[in-house]
């Protein structure tokens, strides 16, 4: 591992899950003079570039595989999506918490006293 950076790249056959090679950093300085070292002819042959959403994997499809397509692996457009869910529902939660806060104050200032939504009931008697 590179002491300045603490993700290693791992390059694998995808289809035989074999390792190809391991690089210390995937940082540009380490890439670069790696990816370059590949005769372009072999560097055409690519098909397809495999990789997580880190952005520099993705560009590495136009500067050395110009003929593979990007592709972000299964694991991790999972885990976006489910992150997406999640803002979704607190999001939602936050505007129907904040709803029924406004709504308590108005029906409170209405009756001239207090007035607890029906889960807090429970706890005030």
Same mark, same amino acid.
């Given at each position: 591992?590179? *002491? #300045?950076?603490? %993700?290693?790249?791992?390059?694998?056959? !995808?289809?035989?899950?074999? =390792?190809? *090679?391991?690089?210390?950093?995937?940082?540009?300085?380490?890439?670069?003079? %790696? !990816?370059?070292?590949? =005769? $372009?002819?072999?560097?055409?042959?690519?098909?397809?570039?495999?990789?997580?959403?880190?952005?520099?994997?993705?560009? %590495?499809?136009?500067? %050395?595989? &110009? #003929?593979? @397509? $990007? @592709?972000? *692996?299964?694991?991790? @457009?999972?885990?976006?999506?489910?992150?997406?869910? *999640?803002?979704?529902?607190?999001?939602?939660?936050?505007?129907?918490?904040?709803?029924?806060?406004?709504?308590?104050?108005?029906?409170?200032?209405?009756?001239?006293? $207090?007035? !607890? &939504? $029906?889960?807090?009931?429970?706890?005030?008697?």
């Amino acid at each position: 591992m590179d *002491d #300045n950076c603490k %993700y290693a790249l791992i390059i694998q056959d !995808f289809h035989t899950g074999d =390792p190809i *090679d391991l690089l210390r950093s995937r940082r540009v300085s380490v890439t670069e003079s %790696y !990816f370059t070292s590949i =005769p $372009p002819e072999e560097r055409n042959g690519v098909k397809y570039l495999i990789s997580d959403m880190y952005n520099q994997y993705i560009d %590495y499809v136009d500067k %050395y595989f &110009p #003929n593979s @397509v $990007p @592709v972000v *692996d299964s694991f991790h @457009v999972i885990q976006w999506i489910i992150r997406m869910i *999640d803002n979704h529902i607190w999001q939602l939660l936050k505007y129907y918490r904040q709803r029924d806060r406004e709504r308590q104050e108005q029906l409170s200032l209405e009756e001239g006293r $207090p007035i !607890f &939504p $029906p889960s807090q009931m429970k706890y005030i008697c």
